[in-house]
């Protein structure tokens, strides 16, 4: 399968998401330029974390607005999977590929740290690897991780099992305490409606390669190619 | 040439930081009176901050080769081999000045800065560290401002920048409440073939300007840097920096992509003194001249005088000489990543430094005599204040009723508690390398594609340096090597941050100094050559007096294999606990006597730098035998911190019994060096003995680890220490939120 | 010339950490009776305009495609000769 790391200016994680395709799940690889409107052909798309265009104004402000995302949002309304990380999961948010908004922290400040998230959905294409109520490790590092949405838009997408991860302890236990940034629900990952479309706080390619002493964010990747190879075969 | 002679009737060369006898060599270096544009020339490159004045002649103590040493002192930073053909690169500099004045962007713009050092070496940044050192946070809201806003400059520059910020500490004393300290490190990867120098070769290469505009930031940052706080008025403000991490990020990429190409002969970064200290570093290297139309420039500004062009400290520069004919390739690049690389000058063969304005000349000077600034040996004098502090004896001091007490207040005690709170707002796993993360010893970075991983710490004691700063300076070379080794990692070589007050005062001299001779000794001893650093001098303020003297050392080891990774914590009930070394009756300099008693004083530890060359190397064979469960150093407060700490971080009790014949403080908090904590499973243990004994290495068996979540110390049947480790864990964890939200 | 200046708030009803953040700080050094704080933004675009109804359209076009976010964001401006 041919996975695609979206190339913004300022997004620092694209060789992360490379190093975990290419090196931990051993697919084919490449970066899509930003100014580029041509993908190629690919399976998958990865928008990386980072800091796009410094995060002025708001982080995936800009981003959104670059020729290449005009092509993925027509490549995920083909049902082409995109998983945005971090500040991808902003840019989504930004180009209303996915519901909602990224606040500041609650906290006000910068956190990285290894997170605990409890799986609430395992039948998508992202996360059929786990079993829901798994408590995996992945970890955050943000400044505007606080997600917010509409009322009914949250009760919607609650109904609709739109939310894949929340942030937990690590007996899986879900509650103010171990929310780290105010997000709603706890809210750290979700799906479009259609299934195609993920976002997520958290970074499941830095716990990826075993190597760094955790291993439990290989499965979104895994459940992807999984997910692909189904579909292609 | 110009028709105003810059005045000199008025002794302008005095506002611009000359002295009189200075004033008169450089008229004697040019054959005439310089005009303005010259002036400010010489008296920036003359400049302590440029020049290193007083420093330069105290830098040949320094060991600076080696077998892994490719580079040493000379370069943007220096570079060690690491085997298969691959290097590091590090360095770490000093921005006290503007972290003291507007601490966010001060702090911001020093790891900028340090990061295009190394990217100036044709290096891809894997690493940043930093060495912060403030007043008691407890003590003024000021200082806790000062704080926040350093960590939230470092942070959001490294986060933004994509480099992680993987280690380094924090260390209180009011010593630097008027003056903090922000030191910050980068450690760059790159293959042997990728290394690039600072050199303009090639008569008739363009000189290229890359990155950002240029403006009248950091006016004269360079002389500024090198006077007394006191001086600084609010006219002085427009002189901090401001940082763009983001122009940064480009300016990497855009970089390391040009370099894959054979366009470029020499690259520098734009530090101190901007254009004009990267142009004529870069020419003298080659014995060429360069000359520059300041025209050329792009600029944020209107009417910047040719001189302020030339000395402007605009971030996110950096100066390319770039092979004839080649400009618009370069140029290319560039604009991919929405920049420009725009010629200002050309490499000459007269060996003139050269400044045009429109094409005409405005200021013309030798450039080795820029390079050649004057430089000052002074005769030191020992400080006053030692006579007192060494008086100092043990019996001054009574032991504390309650030990327990005492050992729960270091834990949370500035130097020593939790650090988290500063370090998760640094991302310290951006690109994938971090496999021992901050908080530990040192942190470990794994190198992609290879079973193999570098250490890196960087460490430093005010305290001890100026209780004695040989035997302090030597300690700190030493600490940040017990700090490699004890996480599996083999010093390679050090950088070296030298900051103190003003050197043209005897005892400051004095410190300066043996400082040096301290740094230089235990370098030998270790095998750990000096590869590069900065001297940030003039650290003083009116109200609170000259810093500490404070050497920092940035260390960098390898570890061989990745299965050598070792961490402090206990790992399992039942391991047998072994402490290295000997505990004797030291409580002198020690962060107990200066936390419990309130005093500093007394003389540094005994050091036998043999002794512990020795030690270390017993404890890197033993790891890369698999015998470890867990290695930490014993530091600051002693053999009972020390155990606190791998309890607290297992997450698992002890049981220590212990039949020394000294007073307990000292035995539980006394700071006796080459010390350490070992654990391993009771089937190695006596392999482990044996090894020791074989190599002459103390060794005793002081307890076992147990899983009854608590620390129990006892002496001769005496209980000393019985708490719950929660009590424990809750002091070390808590003890910096809580002195960060104290009012006042 | 014309010159536009975007004033961006979060919506009413959105929790605004830092406002809170000022409200307390200013509280804290003393000064009373202050009921809410709100931080927003300020921009300063110079346009190469003299006519207030084409700036008044670009402006808007500018605010709904990039300078505001309108699931939390709401934006106000006034356009000035200078």
Redesign the interface.
Known sequence: MNWGVLLLPGSNCAEDCFHAVDQVLGQPVRYLWHKDTDLGDVDAIIIPGGFSYGDHLRPGAIAHLSPAMTSVKAFAEKGGLVIGICNGFQILTESRMLPGALLQNKGLKFLCQDQTLRVENNSTAFTSEYEAGDVIICPIAHNEGNYYAKAETIEEMEANGQVLFRYSSPDGEVSDATNPNGSINNIAGIINRNGNVVGMMPHPERSADSVLGLSAGKGVFVSMLKHLEAVNS | MTEKKAGMEEKLWRKAGLTDSEYALLTKHMGREPNVVELALYAQMWSEHCGYTHTRPLFKHFPTTGPRIVQGPGENAGIVDIDDDEVLTFKLESHNHPSAIAPFQGAATGVGGIIRDILAMGAYPIASLNSLHFGHPGDRGHTRWLISEVV?GI??YG????VPTVGGELRFADAYKGNPLVNAMCVGYMKKSEIKKAIATGVGNSLMIVGNLTGRDGMGGASFASKDLEEENDDDRGAIQVG????E??LI?ACLEVFQEDYVVGVQDMGAAGILSSSVETASKAGNGVEIDVALVPKREEAMRPEEVMISESQERMLLIVKKGMEEKVNKIFHK??LHAVVIGHVTDDGMYRVLEDGKTVGEVPVWSLMDAPTYELVGEAPAHLQRTQSFKNSDVDVPDDLNQVLIKLLGSPDICSKEWV?????????????VKPGSDASIL?I?GRDKGVGVTMDSNGRYCYLNPRTGSQSVVVEAARNLVVSGAEPIAITDGLNFGNPETPDVYYQLEQAIMGLSEACRALNTPVIGGNASLYNQTPEFGAIYPTPIVGMVGLVKS?DHTTTMEFKAEGDHIILLGTTREELGASEYLDQIHGMVMGDVPELDLEEEAQTQAFILKAIRAGLLSSAHDLGDGGLAVAIAESCIKGELGAHIELDANIRADALLFGESQSRFLLSVTPDKADQLMDMAAEMGVEAATIGKVSTDKKLSIKNNETQLIDRDLALCADAFNTGFDKMMKTDG | MLRAIVTVMLKKGIFDPQGRAVHNGLESIGFEGVKQVRVGKQLEIDLNLTDRAEAKKMVDEMCDKMLANPVVESFSYEITEV
């Open positions: 939230h942070g959001e986060n933004c920048v994509g763009d991490p983001f122009m990020k480009l990429e990543w929405d370090y998760r707002q640094y991302d310290h796993r951006v690109q994938m390398n971090t496999v794994r992609k990745l």
